[in-house]
């Protein structure tokens, strides 16, 4: 059933800045619940000065707060509604408007503590006002009990962490439904839109583009989703988006946002019916939670008095957005003034598309409204004039300095509130099967996760555990919830269906662990006879798939390691192959000296031999002169031989004339004959013999006498 149901417009007034209590500003306007109007003497200031003629106009909201509220008042008061009506399929956008400094970005996210210091001061960075998720301390995480977990939350929170522990209150303790929920992040900076929390928790320097489908309207494409058990897991999220997005400083603000953001909660719900009808089952709520900061509507000439700027010398002023994710947007004054630009024109068009929908609740006609002048209105589309609970605040800066922007805020403001969303809840009568389908594309969102953190390297052992716990925690749910809900007589008729719906989730672990996992369909139903025991089951079964994983990668790791290992010892082997091969080299090249050296001389003698060769032979040696030689030769020996002859003879005659008989010995001394003959022959014949010798010798000298001395 849908209803009508206006966008709900508050107002809000910061308190006075250091600056503005210096330069002694005041705070103009009259705060009433439901109005605002210039105070008494402040009207009369402007009557006097014929600026205003009349009574001063009164603007009217649902609720207007001074600027001693508190943000939990503003949550309470205008917030809490839309967040809670989210649990039961209502679309809800809240969000915040009004000029730059105003006090957008405290309220949604909160602040450290306010800045009351004057602009125009140096900055003490210490005392600045930061959105409290860029300064937050570390999150111990504790996923498991959230309420338990030591935030660092910021000492003003905002209305998003309000709404945040207000729904995980209530999810958490909830036993009539289950919950589950994801969350995206994105920025729209310079009419480009930015995932500020991408599929691995990082930014993305990737422009998305926003899609229309004829049934979900407007959506960003490949806008990353992370499903989320606890809001330090939400917390997290919003602290990294945080720092991915643009901040400057300007002149009305140390920290202004240079760009939109959309923070968005998909908020699913089931709750299983005690019905035997297998048609309708359970009921399945859907709805989208946008908790949208604008950046504020800036005055050309305020930018031009911020401090410290620097004019570049070429001053293109980029169009995409800074490389560096976490830069803030630099502050020279063709940027600032190039963001300004971009922001007073989203803005110009929301409220365009705000002034058509209250023009046409007036005129009940089919108007066109147009939103696709601008990613914002395109992608607030249902927000405005759609299905949704809208609440918008609209910030203001109380001062006179600041009276004609804070009245284009009152008149946005009061344009708004006109407005009628036809709002309906999301909610739909299931079949089991759809519930499982949902938990099954919840699980396999989850896997995919652990998978990529898993091949990025960036898994730890404690992250992998605490999804893991998801992981079965969601599997244990979905059994309770369609196992308590049954009864008992048609336990088994439920219980096969379960069996069969689930058994697609089965497959997909069978296909991790291998077919050896065989689940028999009489065993299936013994199963199911115990509550819980599938949950058991398949935890063990994802406790061991898992252990298997960790020990895979553990054998990859050592794998890993006696690679580099074996690299290494590969690297020191190689360094001495290179040295014995640098000595052989060396050897070689000694030898090869060598051999030349051999092979030169070889070569030498060579030619020494064939100069030889080529002489006159030796066989051409005239015959009479080798004659002459061998004759010489001969006479030589045989002088010698008789020399000693002589010699020896002197001393035979002196021995024989001692013994007379032993003259044999002496010719043996005198080495002529063999001492065997000497025995054999007489001495006579041998004297004879030897005598003819000599004699023969003797024919051929001429010159030697051989005349035996007595
Ligand atoms: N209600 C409040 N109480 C105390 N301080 C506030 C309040 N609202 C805003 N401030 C302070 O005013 C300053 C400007 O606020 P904030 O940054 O939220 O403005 P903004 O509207 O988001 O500006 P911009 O559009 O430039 O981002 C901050 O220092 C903030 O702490």
Not at 341 to 368: G, P, W
Request: with cysteine; aromatic share 8%.
């Amino acid at each position: 059933m849908s209803r009508n149901e206006n966008i709900h417009v508050s107002l809000r007034f910061r308190p006075l800045n250091m600056r503005e209590i210096d330069e002694n500003e005041n705070n103009i306007w009259q705060v009433n619940k439901n109005s605002v109007v210039l105070k008494q003497e402040w009207a009369q200031v402007f009557q006097e000065s014929k600026k205003l003629t009349g009574a001063p106009k009164c603007y009217n909201y649902n609720y207007c707060f001074t600027s001693k509220d508190s943000n939990l008042l503003v949550y309470e008061t205008v917030a809490k509604r839309v967040v809670r009506a989210s649990l039961d399929g209502y679309n809800g956008t809240i969000f915040a408007y009004g000029q730059t400094g105003s006090g957008k970005t405290y309220t949604m996210m909160g602040s450290e503590g306010a800045d009351h210091e004057p602009i125009s001061k140096p900055i003490r960075k210490e005392r600045r006002s930061v959105s409290p998720f860029r300064q937050m301390k570390p999150i111990v995480k504790d996923m498991a009990s959230p309420r338990q977990s030591k935030l660092e939350l910021p000492k003003e929170k905002g209305i998003i962490i309000f709404a945040l522990e207000d729904l995980f209150e209530t999810v958490s303790v909830s036993n009539e439904k289950t919950y589950y929920l994801t969350c995206s992040y994105l920025e729209i900076y310079n009419e480009q839109v930015y995932d500020l929390i991408s599929e691995t928790g990082g930014f993305k320097n990737e422009v998305l583009s926003v899609n229309e489908d004829p049934a979900r309207g407007f959506y960003v494409k490949g806008l990353s989703e992370h499903v989320v058990g606890s809001i330090v897991e939400v917390l997290t999220f919003i602290e990294k988006g945080e720092a991915n997005r643009k901040y400057a400083v300007t002149s009305m603000n140390h920290n202004s946002s240079r760009s939109h953001t959309i923070f968005r909660l998909n908020v699913t719900s089931v709750r299983v019916l005690d019905t035997q009808d297998e048609e309708e089952s359970s009921i399945t709520t859907e709805s989208v939670l946008n908790f949208v900061d604008l950046a504020g509507s800036e005055r050309v000439s305020n930018l031009q008095d911020t401090p410290m700027l620097s004019k570049p010398p070429s001053s293109k002023p980029p169009e995409g957005r800074p490389r560096s994710s976490r830069m803030k947007s630099s502050n020279n004054l063709d940027t600032l003034l190039n963001e300004g630009k971009h922001i007073n024109t989203s803005l110009f068009y929301l409220c365009q598309v705000i002034n058509r929908l209250s023009e046409k609740n007036t005129a009940k006609n089919d108007m066109h409204i147009p939103y696709r002048n601008s990613n914002l209105t395109k992608i607030l589309r249902s927000s405005l004039g759609g299905n949704s609970l809208t609440c918008i605040i609209c910030t203001g800066t109380p001062t006179l300095a600041q009276f004609e922007m804070t009245l284009s805020t009152l008149r946005f403001g009061g344009t708004a509130r006109t407005i009628t969303n036809r709002v309906e809840a999301n909610i739909r009568n299931n079949k089991n099967a759809e519930i499982l389908q949902a938990y099954q594309r919840d699980i396999d969102v989850l896997r995919q996760q652990i998978q990529l953190a898993q091949d990025n390297g960036k898994l730890k052992a404690e992250e992998m555990e605490t999804m893991q716990k998801q992981l079965e925690e969601r599997i244990l749910k979905l059994t309770h919830m369609i196992l308590n809900k049954t009864s008992k007589e048609h336990s088994k008729k439920v219980y096969e269906n379960v069996w069969s719906i689930t058994s697609g989730i089965l497959n997909i672990d069978k296909r991790l662990i291998g077919e050896s996992k065989d689940f028999k369909v009489e065993e299936k139903i013994v199963k199911f006879d115990s509550k819980g025991v599938l949950a058991i089951e398949r935890m063990k079964m994802m406790n061991a798939i898992f252990k298997e994983k960790d020990k895979n990668i553990q054998n990859l790791m050592e794998s890993k390691q006696f690679l580099i290992d074996s690299k290494v010892n590969l690297k020191n082997e190689l360094k001495k192959a290179i040295e014995l091969s640098r000595q052989i080299s060396d050897k070689a090249q000694k030898y090869k000296q060598k051999f030349d050296k051999e092979k030169a001389f070889r070569k030498y003698l060579d030619m020494k031999l064939k100069i030889l060769e080529n002489q006159e032979g030796v066989e051409k040696f005239p015959l009479c002169k080798i004659e002459a030689l061998e004759k010489f030769y001969l006479q030589a020996i045989d002088t010698v031989k008789e020399l000693q002859v002589r010699l020896n003879y002197k001393q035979i005659q002196e021995i024989s004339n001692d013994s007379g008989k032993s003259y044999h010995k002496m010719w043996a001394m005198m080495g002529i004959e063999p001492i065997e003959r000497l025995e054999e022959s007489s001495s006579e014949e041998f004297i004879q013999t030897d005598a003819s010798f000599y004699a023969a010798r003797r024919n051929h000298e001429d010159t030697i006498d051989l005349s035996i001395d007595a």
